[in-house]
């Protein structure tokens, strides 16, 4: 997940070997790793920069695939292969996820079994990046999508489907939307083929389907046909920007209420001759120009003495900046065009610069007050003049803009090592305490990232201000602006140092001016992120996301695994006790796969130890897994060869999972899945825990669950259902969790296929709740739990967990919920239906005349939290 030639050095295979006689060779492997690595590099391959933005990836591989397409060149024999380079080399660079693995590991850290497939010419000719050569469209991806919707400014996103036939009918009516809207609201598109989960996120079934985004309200969704005048009408009621018709008893008071607050007004003077702006375009001013202009009309033919006072005899539109008159020439513009666009930047041009901030005014200003500053080196383009715009924007937030002119104060941005055009956040605590932005330079960019940065903890680091002495722990990021996952992994920090406020410090170092410090923290590949506590230095290692980082920190603070020693194994594994179970990673520091393990064996780890006490005792049964029962190590062969070398351990990453007594101490079991995710070898490490249910015929059916005393939840299965083999240890995730309250058992419904039916069993796996009511048993008005079980660890979730009897919820029903929530979402469902359950038990214990007591009575306290 980082920038850097050293990356692409390592071997590819999955996993590492490396005995003493081969290490004579590893400087001739290593010259010929780098020649190879060159030949491979996927950014080569496509001819882009490692800083290239996925849509200029995205440009460059269908510029290849319409000549290089096997489809193109039936006679040539290594067209196939070619072809598959490079669609390898864009599939893994147009995801950011596999992108951080290919930066860091190269081929080595990405899934070999991927990439052998790719579609024909056609696709690529007229499917492909539909909207990639479309200035006026925004294409938006998972990355930046959240950032531009929330900005303040309006959008209008498409979300399609290569291959939608109708949304490509649309494609040229939504390119002439755009141009028509330009300037006025934000026109995205969202390519669900490339984005399948953050357009499932946003409840997209159909294709194409346009929404409405505007930040704090809901989406609104467009229903109507899809006609260029349909949908400029459908986005215009959303500008509520208000255009005044002004008149002799408003006019003068209008105009010097905007005037004392620096805003200035566009007024268009419509007369029988002449030309005026239409109130459609007047419209679209008022929301190009909300916050800094106000738009108004006047009626000259019924008001041609106001007219005249205002110079005007027929049609004319003019635009009157704060503290103008028509008696100081030159001050009004007078606008000789009627095309809403050219208005736009005339009058943006023609507004006062960003208050401008000097080395004697910079430290007073910033002492108190949040800014956002722009530093320039003397151009005036548009960009400079569309930051005109942030003052407005940010108003809300309390955030004031300025501007720094390093070629007039050369010394104050020198101080600040600014050596280039960019905008920084000033966060109200002095000049020392700043963020430089590193995104995009497009407002609703540079918008969220005010409003994140002022919230969060993180600081520019320079020299002066750099950690160095450690009194107090810090996390640092060494970067380049230059490098995709570096920009990717700064928003992450802002998130995660929030979280972290008043108990770590975030900041960021620019390797590109820096050079001297990261040198001297042997810094080789970006980001490297470094966690400084005291005399104690840490290499992060994992996702680059918020809750990684959270998570990695956590594990700093209470190890989730074992640093195994020689000693320490023959102790704690070799003799470990009766119910115990461990999972050691054996594992060579230079190895590229078993890095890639550490995070994900990690977070399998926290999985597998017991929880803290402030969690309700049912939920925190799963987030703890197997209630302490599995152990997990790991063992650093580099540092002890010649143990492991006894153990039998000849490649790295390997992983063993050693079984509970009284099995002899040397057995163990070898993980062999290709997926080494955590909860791929969190289902591995449960499938060899002791079953605590228990395996149900028709006749124990009839007699325990139909018949029997106790709560029952059911398992029916079929052997050869593969989804219901991946649920298995779930299941005995629950029995473990509901033990001594509800009896948990399995039916297998190839065996007895007649008793499943009768039980209305229609699909595997199907998980059913049999509460005892008393002397009433709830068997037929009880509601099956349909259980979705996907491959796909993000797809893994409950589809619906309602557990019923007639219409009221029993409490035992939400055991099931709890298999496939976040803590967070297991404490906000506690809440939920706490009440309701205790309610629905004393309710049933009136009706029946009995007082509360048995199990039932233990499950009511369990609702009430008393245990």
Known sequence: MCCGLSSRLEPRAPSCQRSLPQMKLLLVGWLLATVWAEAQDYYNLLGVGREATTREIRQAFKKLALTMHPDKKPNDKSAHDAFLKINRAYEVLKDEDLRKKYDKYGEKGLDEQQGGRYESWNYYRYDFGIYDDDLEIITLDRGDFEAAVNSGEIWFVNFYFPRCSHCHQLAPTWREVAKEMDGVIRIGAVNCGDNGHLCRSKGINSYPSLYIYRAGQKPEKYFGDRSKESLLHFSMQFITTTVTELW???????????????????????????????????????GMLDGLVRVGWMDCSSKTQLCESFQVTSGATAFFPPGSSLQQQGS???LQTLESREIYNQIIHHLPDLQ???????QSKLAHHRWL?????GENNMASNEHKKLQAMLRNDHIQVGRVDCKADAELCLSLYIQKSC??????????????HHGKNVLYNIVGFARESVSAHVTTLLPDNFPSDRKEPWLVDFFTPWCPPCRALLPELRKASI????????????????HNLCSMYKIQAYPTTVIFNRSSVHEYEGQHSADGILEFIQDLVSPSVSVLDPESFQKRVKGRAGGEIWAVDFYAPWCGPCQALLPEWRRMARGCQTGGGNMIKYMIKYKNLVAGQVMVGSMDCQKHQSFCQSQGVRAYPEIRLYPQQPSPPDRYMTYNGWNRDAQSLRVWTL??????????????????????????????YAPWCGPCQHFAPEFEVLARMIKGEVRSGKLDCQAHHQTCQSAGITAYPTVRFYPHLGTRRCAVECEAVRMRVSTSKSDRKMVGYSLQVGSELLPQAKYLGVLFMSEGQMEREMDRWIGAASALYRKRCDEEGAEPKGKAFRNNKIADKSV
């Open 499 to 514: 979280q972290l406020a008043g108990q770590m410090r975030f900041g960021t170092l620019d390797c590109t001016i820096h």
């Open 248 to 286: 002799q008893g408003n006019v003068f008071t209008e105009i010097e209420k905007a005037f004392s607050s620096g805003i200035g007004w566009l007024i268009t003077f419509c007369s029988e001759t002449g030309d005026c702006l239409e109130s459609k375009t007047r419209q679209k001013l008022a």
């Open 687 to 716: 499938s060899a825990l002791p079953r605590v249910s228990v395996d149900l015929t028709p006749e124990s059916f009839r007699d325990q669950v139909l018949s029997g005393p106790d709560h029952w939840v059911l398992d029916f």
């Open 332 to 334: 009004v513009l007078w």
């Open 373 to 377: 500053v722009s530093f320039t080196f």
């Open 423 to 436: 905008l920084a956040v000033f966060k109200g605590m002095g000049v020392s305490d700043f963020e430089i």
């Open 356 to 362: 401008l901030l000097t080395k004697d005014t910079f």
